[in-house]
Every structure is written in structure tokens, then in C-alpha cells.
């Protein structure tokens, strides 16, 4: 089945420690995303791809690192300068600019990373 | 800057009543607004999609407007169902036409 595919779903990390968390995509998507969120708030933007080997920062980048070697994956590195990493996360893809394309995503299920 | 406001506090309505969820935005004018649903745990998945030039829209029990005058966007589901409990979030482009940003969301709660 198409789709979009997080690992791990659960994730448990001491401080000072980095972590990746993998997305992978069989939708044939240009654009891809990563979001956070924290208990009873909405998504927020850390990182978008639109393409291959390009990415942007969005709103909450820092203390985060990604990648976008291959079109069907953008994994996400927590890195230990994020100061409180605790959250569900969620990457998501679309198919991209142009035409009639209106960017509606299609979600994965979503890492939780707990920082013990 | 530009701000996605939804009613943070749970709806509470009872079942085959009419809910409407409303997503005011300032600061910005989007071309076009989602709706997504989201149940806990889960990632949220799309529901409707309203252009700017449209007035309404419609899927089965959904209706969503659009109005640009007052730059709110009103959710409504018919005859609401318990299965409707959700929390639903509006998502209107924000910085750049890929880029899609989210309201907090409204938790809605269809009591039986």
C-alpha cells in the first residue's frame, strides 16, 4: 500500500544524546515535511523539502537537522543543542508545487521521543 | 505575523446536532484553507480543501466556507456522529505556497 512510514514509534533518549528519526515515503512526493507537536498544542514547522538535495527551515528549526538524499526519505536528527526535544512527531509529504496541486499532506503515524 | 486562531476549548455537542468549528487567520491572505482531523496519537488526515473563489464546500455530512472579507473559514459536520469525536485543524499556506502551517485545533466531543 502507498504511504508514508515512521520509525521508530516509540523513542527514548538520554540528554546530550542525538537521535534520527527515519520517513520514508512510496507516494512519489516531491514535498516532504516535519512537524512537532506538544500535548494539547497544534503542528509546528521544523523543517520542508520540496525537492531533492533542497531543503527549508521553518519556524522551530533550530536544534534540528535534515537531510534529502533520496526523494522517498527525509529523516529528521534531534540533535542534543534542542533544548527540550520531548514531543510527537510527524512527517508528512505532498505532491508538490504547480498545476492544481493544493499541498494537501498525507501524514505518517508519528514518532513520540521521550528525553529521560 | 500571521496567526491561525481556532477555539481551544473542547465543542461539546449532542449526537445529530449540527457542530461548527471556526478558524480565524490575520495578517495574511491564503489562496486556500484545509481542514484535517486528528485523533490521538494519530497523524492528522485530510478532510476538505476551499479555494479562495469558492463560497462553500461540500463532502458528504462536511460544509466548509470561506469567507475572505472576514478571513474566518467555518467547519460544519451534519448530524454528528460519536464517531466524529476528533480534534480538527485548520491549515491554510502560510510564507510561500508549500509551506502549510496549522491552527491549534478545535477537540470536538459528540456526546451520545
Known amino acids: 500500500d502507498g504511504g508514508i512510514t515512521q520509525s521508530p514509534k516509540y523513542l527514548f533518549r538520554k540528554e546530550g544524546q542525538n537521535v534520527t528519526l527515519s520517513c520514508e515515503q512510496n507516494l512519489n512526493h516531491d514535498a516532504m515535511y516535519w512537524y512537532r507537536q506538544d500535548p494539547g498544542q497544534g503542528l509546528r514547522l521544523i523543517y520542508y523539502?520540496?525537492?531533492?538535495?533542497?531543503?527549508q527551515k521553518g519556524d522551530i528549526a533550530e536544534g534540528y537537522s535534515v537531510s534529502r538524499e533520496k526523494k522517498e526519505s527525509f529523516p529528521l536528527t534531534v540533535t542534543s543543542a534542542q533544548k527540550n526535544p520531548t514531543a510527537f512527531y510527524l512527517c508528512?509529504?505532498?505532491?508538490?508545487?504547480?498545476?492544481?496541486?493544493?499541498?494537501?499532506?498525507?501524514f505518517g503515524e508519528g514518532s513520540r521521543l521521550t528525553v529521560l | 505575523s500571521q496567526k491561525i486562531e481556532q477555539n481551544s476549548e473542547a465543542l461539546n455537542i449532542q449526537e445529530g446536532k449540527t457542530a461548527t468549528l471556526t478558524c480565524n487567520y490575520t495578517n495574511y491572505s491564503p489562496a486556500y484553507l484545509q481542514w484535517y482531523r486528528q485523533d490521538p496519537g494519530r497523524g492528522p488526515v485530510f478532510l476538505l480543501l476551499?479555494?479562495?473563489?469558492?463560497k462553500e464546500k461540500r463532502k458528504e455530512r462536511l460544509k466548509v466556507t470561506f469567507d475572505t472579507t472576514l478571513k474566518q473559514s467555518l467547519f460544519h459536520i451534519t448530524a454528528s456522529q460519536p464517531a466524529d469525536s476528533a480534534t480538527y485543524l485548520c491549515a491554510p499556506p502560510s510564507g510561500g505556497y508549500q509551506k502549510v502551517t496549522f491552527g491549534t485545533g478545535t477537540k470536538l466531543q459528540v456526546i451520545p
Open positions: 476551499i479555494r479562495e473563489n469558492e
Open positions: 508528512a509529504s505532498s505532491m508538490g508545487a504547480g498545476g492544481l496541486n493544493t499541498g494537501e499532506l498525507f
Open positions: 523539502s520540496q525537492i531533492v538535495n533542497d531543503f
